[in-house]
């Protein structure tokens, strides 16, 4: 009898932008990466809460890293090219060239970033006018999304930017055009930050009462009038000029994109999880929450019907898994808070010379310092009288408030590395503290969570994720790929390819889990007087604002 010969193995190409890095994975269709590789981008910051980057570098940088990834695989068998991107903002003029979104007028610096908080004034007259939109942005727009940075160029660069302007995409629409050459945007991005409704489209009055009429005038061709759902193919594929950039044959399936987040959540949130034992078994995926955490983090939850949750942006149809509504709760710095703790601290030269002589990465040293102290403690104890507050970037969710400040509390005049090591371990629990109170806050609201589903960079951090689970009370699900977000870039070259039916299927047969993390139940005390001090914390902070208010 002879054997069936095996068809040979599908790749797909997922690019992600990260806020400091692009990276490519090339994945196979049972979702393992066979090869990755990255390249940093540059980042300018010309005054405080100014971040800027150059569309030119960041397609520079995906060529590099794509063409390192598919080197020696046969073309024939890449069938497919997902993008995601941080939901930074891109300017060009009418011919497709970068504007500049600075008083310099360098144009090469034509990139608002998402972290970007220069809109502050534009974002208070946004939310002032209690526009109906609104609604689904949990109540209150935030300074990151970009109606505020399109009132800001409109406002402070008239002249040299905004009557120049021939096109504004969100960056993830902006590779999907680079690499295909159709503006079509995708209604992740459009949904998610610029206000546009998966059944209504634009809303004029909104653009008019916040003083952007001028985009409604040409029919919105500026910010978008074709909108595709992620994976659905954009126009003809790669065209010849990307395929020769990227090192691909021209016509390869181009996806609709994402936004990095919603790439994570793809990747992992669909995951099959049968014999985990674990409380998601069965049920639907509306139990499970995905956690992307990198720079900043990003909790992406999904409902039958739209929640609408204070303080936490959606609900949003479609606009990650199709025909699921979204909810999407955030911290605006965690992997940056994390570092700028760790950093500034004045025993940073000491951990750097011991971790590079131990041949660990500083956080891997910080880690088993921890334990060398802790004697015979649960590790997490050794904060109780050491609090932080982490919105040292403001507060995303669930408190909407850009003026929030970080807070510490408990410092003694000690200077060394056991010290530095407190305060990066409850920097950890404040931020595993701020989850908690964006999922009771998505629970009250009408969300059934039993599970946080974590991918990004500080999932590879044990520490990290321990104290997510003891601090939320839900165990952790790992994905088997740590590089999540990629797999969810490929996941949608994959459903552009037409060799899934759907992306639900796509995200089950190439989203694996790995590591399960369980909580330790008999901390929840300690925890739950941790949380009682957490938010007194903010309550403190804004008494102090009211008393020096009234001087």
């Keep these: 009898m002879h054997s069936?010969?095996?068809?040979?193995?599908?790749?797909?190409?997922?690019?992600?932008?990260?806020?400091?890095?692009?990276?490519?994975?090339?994945?196979?269709?049972?979702?393992?990466?066979?090869?990755?590789?990255?390249?940093?981008?540059?980042i300018w910051e010309p005054e405080p809460d100014h971040y800027e980057q150059s569309s030119s570098d960041i397609w520079a940088a995906c060529c590099l890293v794509t063409k390192k990834v598919v080197c020696g695989v046969d073309a024939s068998r890449i069938r497919g090219v997902g993008f995601d991107a941080?939901?930074?903002?891109?300017?060009?003029?009418?011919?497709?060239?970068?504007?500049?979104?600075?008083?310099?007028?360098?144009?090469?610096?034509?990139?608002?970033?998402?972290?970007?908080?220069?809109?502050?004034?534009?974002?208070?007259?946004?939310?002032?006018?209690?526009?109906?939109?609104?609604?689904?942005?949990?109540?209150v727009?935030?300074?990151?999304?970009?109606?505020?940075?399109?009132?800001?160029?409109?406002?402070?660069?008239?002249?040299?930017?905004?009557?120049?302007?021939?096109?504004?995409?969100?960056?993830?629409?902006?590779?999907?055009?680079?690499?295909?050459?159709?503006?079509a945007r995708s209604l992740c991005t459009v949904v998610c930050k610029w206000t546009y409704s998966s059944d209504g489209g634009w809303d004029d009055s909104f653009w008019k009462t916040i003083g952007l009429e001028d985009l409604v005038k040409d029919k919105y061709e500026k910010i978008g009038n074709h909108v595709l759902s992620p994976g659905e193919p954009v126009g003809?594929?790669?065209?010849?000029?990307?395929?020769?950039?990227?090192?691909?044959?021209?016509?390869?399936?181009?996806?609709a994109s994402l936004i990095d987040a919603h790439a994570g959540g793809l990747g992992v949130i669909g995951a099959d999880v049968k014999g985990h034992n674990l409380p998601c078994e069965n049920q639907p995926i509306t139990s499970r929450v995905?956690?992307?955490?990198?720079?900043?983090s990003c909790h992406m939850g999904v409902s039958e019907t739209p929640i609408f949750v204070p303080g936490v942006w959606g609900p949003y149809f479609s606009a990650m898994v199709p025909g699921l509504w979204l909810n999407e709760g955030g911290q605006s710095a965690t992997g940056k808070l994390i570092?700028?703790?760790?950093?500034?601290?004045?025993?940073?030269?000491?951990?750097?010379?011991?971790?590079a002589t131990s041949a660990h990465s500083i956080y891997t040293y910080l880690n088993s310092h921890l334990d060398l102290i802790k004697k015979s403690l649960p590790v997490g104890f050794l904060t109780v009288d050491l609090h932080v507050w982490?919105?040292?970037?403001?507060?995303?969710?669930?408190?909407?408030?850009?003026?929030?400040?970080?807070?510490?509390?408990?410092?003694?005049?000690?200077?060394?590395?056991?010290?530095?090591?407190?305060?990066?371990?409850?920097?950890?629990?404040?931020?595993a503290l701020g989850t908690r109170h964006i999922l009771e806050t998505m629970q009250a609201a009408g969300h059934h969570?039993?599970?946080?589903?974590?991918?990004?960079?500080?999932?590879?951090?044990?520490?990290?994720?321990?104290?997510?689970?003891?601090?939320?009370?839900?165990?952790?699900?790992?994905?088997?790929?740590?590089?999540?977000?990629?797999v969810g870039a490929a996941i949608l070259g994959a459903c552009a390819s037409e060799d899934f039916a759907s992306i639900k299927e796509a995200m089950a047969k190439m989203g694996k889990i790995g590591r399960v993390v369980q909580p330790n139940h008999e901390h929840k005390r300690f925890y739950d007087k941790k949380y009682e001090v957490f938010l007194k914390l903010v309550e403190h902070q804004r008494e102090y604002r009211s008393i020096m208010n009234s001087f």
């Design 4 to 42: 069936k010969k095996q068809a040979p193995v599908r790749y797909y190409v997922g690019i992600d932008v990260g806020s400091a890095s692009v990276r490519a994975a090339l994945v196979d269709e049972f979702g393992t990466v066979v090869a990755h590789a990255d390249q940093p981008i540059q």
């Design 86 to 139: 941080t939901c930074s903002l891109v300017v060009v003029d009418k011919q497709f060239q970068p504007l500049a979104v600075n008083c310099e007028g360098q144009n090469y610096r034509n990139v608002i970033m998402w972290m970007d908080h220069r809109a502050v004034s534009q974002v208070e007259h946004i939310n002032a006018t209690q526009h109906r939109v609104l609604s689904y942005v949990g109540g």
């Design 141 to 183: 727009m935030s300074v990151e999304m970009q109606p505020p940075k399109l009132l800001w160029i409109k406002e402070n660069l008239k002249e040299s930017c905004w009557e120049k302007a021939g096109y504004f995409f969100d960056l993830p629409d902006f590779l999907s055009w680079k690499a295909t050459g159709v503006t």
């Design 236 to 255: 003809k594929g790669l065209t010849p000029e990307a395929a020769k950039d990227l090192g691909l044959p021209e016509g390869i399936a181009v996806a």
């Design 290 to 296: 995905a956690m992307i955490c990198g720079t900043s």
């Design 339 to 355: 570092d700028h703790v760790v950093r500034g601290h004045v025993a940073f030269p000491e951990l750097q010379s011991k971790a």
């Design 390 to 431: 982490p919105d040292f970037h403001g507060n995303r969710s669930p408190l909407t408030d850009l003026t929030l400040k970080g807070m510490v509390v408990g410092l003694t005049l000690s200077r060394g590395l056991d010290e530095l090591a407190l305060i990066y371990l409850a920097t950890i629990q404040a931020i």
């Design 449 to 486: 969570i039993n599970t946080l589903f974590l991918c990004g960079g500080l999932s590879k951090n044990p520490l990290f994720v321990q104290m997510h689970a003891d601090i939320t009370g839900k165990p952790v699900v790992l994905s088997k790929e740590v590089e999540s977000v990629l």
